[in-house]
């Protein structure tokens, strides 16, 4: 099974929801029923198991259907945003961008890099609030789930990538509507930082 996100912040969306894929007919009507209160076939409301109600409408279905349209374009104008940014930072002392997989094509979502406390001189936090100084929104990469208070205690597995991500990742702006000169921002408050750290 594949699952997609259709969340507003998603490249193409449908306001909320998702959608679920296979091609597995029993897992798919497993999943319908399941998705759809799971009913028996009553005249009544009768269940034999525990359902949801996480059915996407069909009028947000077919808004999906016309975001498809557009996939290719934003898809690009994301991959833009990254081909951008890597030109102009890659070459700045600790900054590392993902690299792209050889079996497919990032969708470049977001645009993060990651910040290396001593090849750079400086840290993500420290470009963080360079950037809403300037009334530029980017956030740290993701916390994990194993930090987060609510799974405080909870025994975890394997090794630390996760945290160090979230230490020193870093989302810049990558919406599909982002101008060259909305990038241009972005990237000279960066690199204006990286000067700073060099003369003091
Ligand atoms: C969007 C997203 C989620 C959350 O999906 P929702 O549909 O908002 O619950 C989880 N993981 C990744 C990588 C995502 O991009």
Redesign the pocket.
């Known amino acids: 099974m594949g699952i997609f996100?259709f969340?507003g912040n998603?490249i193409i969306t449908t306001s909320g929801g998702?959608m679920l894929v296979t091609d597995d007919e029993a897992l798919a009507t497993q999943a319908r029923y399941l998705a759809t209160q799971a009913r028996d076939p009553a005249p009544h409301y009768q269940h034999s198991q525990v359902g949801y109600n996480y059915r996407l409408s069909n009028i947000l279905a077919g808004l999906g259907r016309g975001q498809l349209q557009v996939l290719a374009e934003r898809v690009a104008a994301r991959r833009q945003n990254f081909a951008h940014y890597h030109q102009a930072l890659s070459d700045l002392p600790g900054i590392s961008f993902m690299p792209e997989a050889s079996f497919g094509q990032a969708t470049r979502?977001l645009s993060c890099i990651t910040v290396d406390p001593k090849d750079s001189g400086l840290n993500r936090e420290v470009l963080r609030l360079a950037l809403a100084e300037r009334h530029i929104e980017s956030r740290p990469v993701w916390k994990p789930l194993h930090l987060q208070p609510v799974f405080q205690g909870v025994e975890t597995i394997g090794g630390r990538v996760a945290e160090e991500l979230f230490a020193n990742g870093l989302c810049l702006p990558s919406g599909s509507s982002l101008s060259d000169r909305d990038r241009d921002r972005v990237i000279s408050a960066i690199k204006g930082q990286f000067k700073f750290a060099s003369v003091e």
């Open positions: 996100s969340n998603k998702g979502w």
